[in-house]
């Protein structure tokens, strides 16, 4: 079984990529574990296995490039994929060596924001 991890400082960012990858649990037997918190996920991936991170960009209170590095360190296998409404974080993101960005609008977080 593979592990996905998804964290953004956004509560409801988070519940809505878990929901959109839990689509697939059974498909590919795989289990998702969301995050709102940056301390929070890297004190899981200091305990646990896993193998791709949804990470957000900016965290509010770190930059999540940042502790993707951090997380790189020790796992250097993982597969991080960056997520953000911004297109401004490029050189962050491409300094941090991620395996993929994707664009929040692919999520429509924005229909989640004014429901």
Excluded: W
């Excluded at 491409?94 to 960005?101: C, D, I, L």
Aim: glycine share 6%; with cysteine.
């Amino acid at each position: 079984m593979h592990r996905i991890l998804v964290c953004d400082d956004e509560m409801e960012v988070t519940k809505r990529i878990v929901n959109i990858l839990n689509a697939y649990v059974d498909l590919y037997d795989i289990e998702i574990i969301g995050f709102c918190d940056g301390q929070e996920l890297l004190q899981y991936c200091r305990e646990n296995r896993f193998d791709v991170i949804y990470l957000d960009i900016d965290l509010g209170t770190c930059m999540g490039t940042d502790l993707g590095k951090r997380i790189k360190a020790f796992n250097p296998e993982v597969l991080i994929i960056y997520i953000s409404s911004h297109d401004n974080y490029y050189i962050h993101m491409v300094q941090a060596e991620p395996f993929r960005f994707i664009h929040k609008d692919i999520f429509d977080i924005g229909k989640v924001d004014k429901e």
